[in-house]
Every structure is written in C-alpha cells, then in structure tokens.
C-alpha cells in the first residue's frame, strides 16, 4: 500500500473529499500524515477527527526561512512518503523539497493554467471579463504554478458572480477530480517525465486531461 502525505493550511475541504474517498475505497493507500503551517488551520482537526497524524510546521514557530524549510522536510523525510499532496498549502516550497520529490507532488489550483498563477484568481478572472473559470491539477516543479498539468474542468462564469460564488462553484469541480487524479497516481497510470504528466503511457497535452 502506497503512502501519502498532505500539507494543508486551511480550511480542508480539498482534504475532506480526500478522506471521504479513502473511506469509500476511492483511493486505496494510507494517508499517513497531515501537515500544516498553520495551527489554526480547521483542516488539522478534520485530520484528527479522522485520526491521521498531524504536525504543525510553522513560519511563526520557525522564523528563519532557512530553518522552516529544513523542519518541514525532516518532517516530511519521517514518513518516506510515495506521494505528497498540496491541498490548499499556501506556502511555497523551497527547491530542495521539489527537488527531492520531484513527480510525487501534485497540487490543486483553482484557475486554467497557466492563466492566473498566484492568488485571487476568482476576482481577477471576474475583473478581466472572463467567460470561464476553473481548476487545474499539476504536479509540482520549481516555478511557481507552472509544473505539467494533468487535468483541468472549466466552470462559467456569470455576469451575477462574485469571487464568493465563484470559488463555490469552481470548489464543487476541485472535491470531485483531486481524489480521482490522486488514485491514477496510486494505481500506477500517472507519472512524470520529460516534465510533462503521462497518464496510461500517454503524453498529456499542455491542459493536461479535460474532464468528461
């Protein structure tokens, strides 16, 4: 059984939906630890609830950028993890980590990459006059929000819209597919390589795979 790792620093429902799957045997591995900078995070209690294993590694605990690093990946190190999920973790990880990792962490980004990388991606599509929004799941590399894609899903966006109902909407799409693309990885149907996602012994595109 393959294991898993999660870093969080919100709310969780991105994590939530993960654990709903595994104990649905959507996805069959053990998450085997949660993580998250944030000990306010609700994220770190649904964890529990579930009784995984959670760590605080904080920026406010370890104020040296070159320590926290250090603290996170010897956390991480502890559990020898086959996979590394990002969900809502809201700090950016430092080359070593992604280095070291490289093709077992994947994260979830709520716009159509490589549209709107960053933050506030519901109010800047809105302000921009976008007709679509969306979520994009990649695996992770050095640049920012700019590893290979391997699926995306496009919501419209309608002229009543605020980034609140936006984000609903786009957050509906994320609870659904992040689970799914988790279990590829799981079964063995996704890899990266030549820096580009792979899915079934197939290249993917630059979008990665559009959701049916």
Do not use: C
């Not at 964890?47 to 904080?58: E, N």
């Not at 020898?80 to 962490?105: Q, S």
């Not at 549209?115 to 799941?137: C, D, F, V």
């Amino acid at each position: 059984m393959k294991h898993i790792v999660i870093l969080v620093s919100g709310n969780g429902t991105n994590l939530q939906a993960i654990l709903n799957a595994h104990h649905t045997t959507k996805i069959t591995s053990k998450i085997i630890a949660v993580i998250s900078n944030n000990s306010n995070a609700f994220a770190i209690k649904r964890a529990q609830l579930a009784q995984i294993t959670t760590h605080i590694v904080s920026d406010k605990q370890y104020k040296k950028l070159e320590l926290f690093n250090k603290i996170l990946i010897k956390t991480v190190k502890i559990y020898n993890p086959d996979l590394i999920v990002l969900a809502g973790y809201m700090r950016i990880l430092n080359i070593e980590f992604v280095t070291h990792y490289a093709g077992k962490i994947l994260n979830i980004h709520p716009s159509l990459l490589p549209k709107y990388p960053g933050l506030n991606t519901h109010q800047r599509a809105i302000e921009n006059g976008e007709k679509q929004h969306g979520t994009s799941i990649h695996f992770v590399t050095e640049q920012l929000d700019s590893g290979p894609i391997i699926l995306q899903v496009a919501v419209p966006i309608f002229y009543t819209d605020t980034k609140h109902t936006l984000k609903m909407r786009v957050k509906y799409q994320e609870n659904i597919i992040y689970p799914r693309v988790i279990q590829w990885f799981i079964d063995g149907r996704l890899e990266m390589r030549e820096n580009s996602a792979w899915l079934d012994g197939k290249k993917l595109p630059n979008t990665g795979y559009k959701k049916n």
